[in-house]
């Protein structure tokens, strides 16, 4: 059974703080993502890394980075949150290889900063 | 500029009653469709797809129509059901460093009433 699990269900943080949001995934997939979901603007796509090391920024870069140092693993980094970083956060992943296969979501950590 | 819309941000239906939600895109590229459900506090799940070689796709309660012409695609729930209450994603997948990301919409809240 497929499976992607991250680090943290729900998270609160304060204005300024370095924030870590750590992904899993034990299926060997290449490509791996980050969203975050808000009301009205549904999935928006912040970064994804086609390979270990390898990242591409996605839709909404600003104010995150990333970083894949293993296979298995997508790290989010906040440098310094602010509040309207406040949102839900889900990792994916799924193969590399042709475009008609299904992206696998982790649960997702809902991220509060005050 | 959003390649895939979904513009009904929200959607009430009576138990057993047919639910269709809508999807428009502006790629005339894009040869595969997907959608995903989503329950609050989960990740995303894959739902159903279909391929630009088909008009229709059909599992269960569930049938996806693919309009080319008009760049539009429906997801038909039939009968539905208290359980379906979710928001509905559709996506498509485009060419990113040589692999796939997807475009998602940005959603559709069903509401199915007992």
């Known amino acids: 059974d497929v499976k992607v699990t991250q680090s943290s269900r729900y998270l609160v943080k304060r204005t300024g703080e370095k924030v870590f949001l750590e992904c899993v995934q034990d299926?060997?997939?290449?490509?791996m993502f980050w969203y975050r979901q808000d009301p009205g603007l549904g999935l928006r796509l912040i970064y994804f890394?086609?390979?270990?090391?390898?990242?591409e920024k996605g839709d909404i870069p600003e104010g995150y980075s990333v970083s894949r140092e293993k296979k298995e693993r997508f790290s989010l980094i906040l440098e310094s949150a602010s509040t309207n970083q406040t949102s839900m956060y889900l990792c994916?992943?799924?193969?590399?290889?042709?475009?008609?296969?299904?992206?696998?979501f982790g649960p997702g950590t809902r991220l509060t900063v005050l | 500029d959003q390649q895939v819309k979904q513009n009904s941000p929200s959607l009430s239906v009576q138990e057993g009653r047919i639910s269709i939600l809508n999807c428009d895109y502006t790629n005339s590229m894009f040869d595969y469709f997907l959608w995903y459900k989503k329950y609050p506090a989960e990740g995303p799940t894959f739902l159903i797809s279909i391929s630009s070689i088909k008009d229709k796709n059909e599992d269960g309660r569930f049938t996806v129509f693919l309009n080319k012409s008009a760049k539009h695609l429906s997801l038909h729930i039939v009968p539905s059901q208290p359980g379906d209450s979710a928001v509905y994603f559709c996506?498509?997948?485009?060419?990113?460093?040589?692999?796939?990301?997807?475009?998602f919409g940005t959603g559709t809240r069903l509401k199915v009433l007992a």
């Open positions: 996506a498509a997948p485009a060419v990113a460093s040589g692999t796939y990301k997807y475009i």
């Open positions: 890394s086609y390979d270990v090391k390898m990242k």
């Open positions: 299926m060997d997939h290449e490509n």
């Open positions: 994916a992943s799924r193969v590399a290889e042709g475009a008609y296969n299904e992206q696998f």
